[in-house]
């Protein structure tokens, strides 16, 4: 069994569906509202377990209901918790969520996710030094992505950087980096004044970039490549891209090659927005097996 360490947020998901997107000043009625768990980190920590990884998450929750309702579920789904601590006096990560026009549109409040510091990283020393993979997003503070990124390289483990929500990064973080999976909005942040040819030559084997429903994009030394996903007709495409990532970082760690390990995340996201919710949907690992067969 592969191990895997997620350092990122987690968060409770507050999700509206409707049958159209409101403009700005326009109040429109929605058809339904959840609240479900989420947070890029969490979400891609339950991902990974349901694919048979051993997985810890580092984060942190506050101390209100949310809080608590996010361990039980993260406990529940065999993600193993010794590193995320609730914090006092502090409200859990939201994100609000509207589902409309096929697709969606989220705000995140970071919470206590922003107390997910370099000094909190180093209580989860071992569980870094043992993963085979160490997966972390930008839900939680720059200095701590920083951080990681070296941490990863000192330990010679494989950082997998999903630079979700972007934002610039430091050539040295990129450097320690032995992979990034922005999509297309993201990578048109992270590399300014390159093309998506260029940025993909400059970086062959690290630089993936996601294109929903067409895809997955990189470059393997000698060409660019696209890893076509699989056509379904999406419930609820929340979560895609986090089942993506933890599909990409499980089969990684299990030694797949690079396109095999693609086709197993692109596969396990095509599944993963069948139903409703960011970890709803999210498949277990028989299930992308059966598919993929």
């Known amino acids: 069994m592969s191990k895997i360490c997620v350092i990122g947020s987690s968060s409770m998901d507050l999700v509206v569906t409707s049958k159209k997107r409101p403009k700005a000043g326009e109040t429109v009625l929605g058809d339904s509202f959840q609240t479900v768990p989420g947070g890029k980190g969490a979400n891609q920590a339950v991902a990974a377990a349901r694919l048979g990884a051993e997985v810890y998450m580092v984060g942190c929750v506050g101390d209100d209901h949310?809080?608590?309702?996010i361990l039980d579920n993260l406990k529940a789904n065999g993600v193993l918790t010794d590193y995320v601590e609730p914090v006092t006096g502090t409200e859990?990560?939201?994100?609000?969520?509207?589902?409309?026009?096929?697709?969606?549109?989220?705000?995140?409040?970071?919470?206590?996710?922003d107390h997910v510091t370099p000094d909190y990283v180093k209580r989860a020393l071992p569980a870094v030094q043992q993963a085979d993979i160490v997966l972390i997003q930008q839900e939680i503070p720059e200095d701590t992505v920083d951080y990681v990124s070296g941490l990863c390289k000192s330990f010679s483990t494989p950082l997998l950087l999903n630079p979700a929500p972007a934002r610039?990064?430091?050539?040295?973080t990129i450097?320690?980096?032995?992979?990034?999976?922005?999509?297309?909005?993201?990578?048109?942040?992270?590399?300014?004044?390159?093309?998506?040819?260029?940025?993909?030559?400059?970086?062959?084997?690290?630089?993936?970039?996601?294109?929903g429903k067409n895809g997955v994009r990189y470059h393997n030394g000698t060409e660019e490549r696209l890893i076509p996903s699989f056509p379904v007709e999406p419930v609820d495409t929340t979560g895609a891209g986090d089942t993506f990532n933890a599909g990409f970082a499980v089969a990684l760690s299990e030694g797949k090659d690079i396109e095999a390990a693609l086709r197993f995340a692109n596969r396990a996201a095509s599944l993963s927005v069948l139903q409703f919710g960011?970890?709803?949907?999210?498949?277990?690992?028989?299930?992308?097996?059966?598919?993929?067969s």
């Open 66 to 69: 949310y809080g608590k309702a």
């Open 92 to 113: 859990s990560g939201t994100a609000h969520i509207v589902l409309a026009d096929g697709d969606n549109s989220i705000i995140v409040v970071k919470g206590a996710n």
């Open 175 to 211: 450097e320690n980096a032995a992979y990034m999976t922005p999509n297309e909005h993201e990578a048109s942040i992270l590399f300014q004044g390159l093309s998506r040819e260029e940025a993909l030559k400059r970086f062959p084997g690290k630089l993936f970039i996601t294109e």
């Open 278 to 292: 960011a970890q709803g949907g999210m498949p277990k690992r028989a299930e992308v097996e059966r598919a993929l």
């Open 168 to 172: 610039p990064l430091s050539p040295e």
